[in-house]
């Protein structure tokens, strides 16, 4: 999801779910029992402690060699830098790094998206909390379906679910912090309506078919063309589906790649992008060929032995995480010719936002690695983010309205495996990182390790 202002969402990659699933956890629902799909509001005082201050733990080492190669337990190249001093919680914003925690302790933090004031974050509880500057505002809930994707499209909210559904919400016009599911995609009538004729079907495998109008797999991604009104949701079944915001009809249903699809993202000249556990990462655009309007394949980036997990759109480059731990990129304006290299992480690279020249990578590492651009394409890693207990799942990014002039901040939201999402302030303008074994670009070709992630 790419806000207008450079905030970029991407959503759960697809790994091996009977032993990845056994590992999550899954409390008891904080919500009062209701019937299927309804909503239910919390209007507490926030339960999601402040952090007590910065935490420092180690950060990635990186250079011209895989990011395999280095021992966790080495020291951090980074430990003299300001950023991961140990400080008290910044409640004024006045100074880069970390600004908060919350923390619900209900389950793994999947989904993160952040407009205005709000923030809402999914979970593997079923619910999406809503929160308020830094405090808990409202909740809502699906009784099936963990939250792997979130956007937002005007008063209304479309998250992902595991059961393979999309689930649309908005809040009453009376009370903003009452959210009521509106609908579902598809439609119940379009489902009825396609299921009489049985063109509608597709053979998922030997004695199963399934209708084309329908993710029968885990909804793995969302992202928005408001320009056009079409949401792209992309699943572990392998397709990319298109619809119609208007009235959630399902205008195209494309059988995009050969393995799981992990990461969808609108960008740059109407293009589509998609990557997958397949190891590609595909373009497409929407143009008129005969008589049919749809979606033509038009490029592939990238096909390499590691699994596609994360990508972010820029005015400028397309960014693809890995499972091998690195970022690639390409350049809009070399017509989309392969950039180079960016390697911060000895873990896959899990997640993936962009804002303004800033592009933010987190990881199965527990870090998240800040990334400037500078004039002619080149990278410098400005930071490494430390602090949370597991994986960094999920980021989003919303510009700070109290940047001074001339040196513009940004509030990034890291959502992890630690149950926690934490808040932090980042310049565009801080200095880069010194020292032998900073992270830095490479022009060299990514690592071709075997691992796989997929579904």
């Not at 992309?234 to 790649?257: F, M, P, Q």
């Not at 994360?310 to 017509?335: M, P, Q, T």
């Not at 207990?389 to 919303?398: I, Q, R, T």
């Not at 901040?409 to 565009?428: A, M, Q, T």
């Amino acid at each position: 999801m790419r806000h207008e202002r450079g905030g970029t969402m991407v959503a759960e990659l697809s790994i091996h779910r009977p032993t990845f699933g056994s590992l999550l956890h899954s409390d008891p629902a904080f919500f009062t029992n209701q019937e299927e799909d309804d909503s239910s509001n919390k209007n507490s005082p926030t339960s999601g402690n402040m952090s007590p201050g910065y935490y420092n733990g180690s950060t990635p080492p990186s250079g011209e060699g895989s990011p395999y190669l280095s021992p966790w337990n080495q020291l951090s190249p980074y430990t003299k830098s300001p950023w991961v001093i140990p400080s008290p919680v910044n409640h004024s914003f006045s100074k880069n790094g970390l600004v908060g925690s919350l923390a619900r302790e209900e389950g793994h933090v999947y989904s993160l998206a952040a407009s205005g004031d709000l923030l809402y974050t999914g979970s593997d509880s079923k619910n999406i909390r809503v929160w308020n500057n830094l405090k808990e505002f409202a909740g809502f809930k699906s009784n099936s379906g963990l939250v792997k994707a979130i956007v937002i499209h005007g008063d209304k909210i479309f998250t992902g679910h595991q059961d393979g559904k999309i689930r649309v919400w908005r809040a009453s016009s009376r009370n903003p912090s009452a959210y009521k599911r509106v609908g579902t995609v598809p439609t119940l009538k379009d489902y009825v309506k396609s299921s009489v004729n049985p063109k509608n079907y597709v053979e998922v495998r030997r004695h199963r078919n399934v209708l084309r109008i329908k993710h029968f797999d885990a909804v793995s991604c969302l992202s928005l063309n408001e320009d056009q009104g079409l949401l792209y949701s992309g699943s572990w079944d392998k397709t990319l589906k298109v619809w119609r915001t208007s009235d959630y009809k399902c205008l195209e249903s494309i059988n995009a790649h050969d393995d799981a699809i992990n990461s969808v993202v609108t960008g740059f000249d109407s293009l589509v992008f998609t990557g997958s556990a397949d190891g590609t990462v595909k373009v497409w655009r929407r143009e008129l060929q005969g008589r049919r309007t749809g979606h033509f394949l038009v490029q592939t980036l990238l096909k390499h032995e590691n699994a596609v997990t994360a990508l972010s759109v820029n005015e400028e480059s397309i960014y693809c995480g890995s499972s091998d731990g690195l970022v690639n990129f390409w350049e809009r304006e070399k017509h989309l010719s392969h950039g180079g290299v960016l390697r911060g992480h000895k873990m896959a690279v899990l997640c993936l936002a962009s804002a303004g020249n800033l592009v933010f990578s987190g990881s199965a590492d527990k870090s998240i690695c800040v990334w400037r651009r500078e004039a002619g394409g080149v990278h410098t890693c400005l930071s490494v983010l430390t602090g949370h207990g597991g994986p960094v799942k999920c980021l989003a990014v919303e510009e700070d309205r109290e940047s001074d002039k001339g040196d513009q901040h940004w509030i990034v939201y890291s959502g992890s495996l630690d149950k926690s999402v934490k808040v932090w302030r980042v310049s565009e303008n801080a200095p880069e990182w010194r020292g032998d074994q900073s992270p830095r670009l490479s022009s060299s070709s990514p690592t071709q390790s075997k691992r796989r992630y997929h579904g």
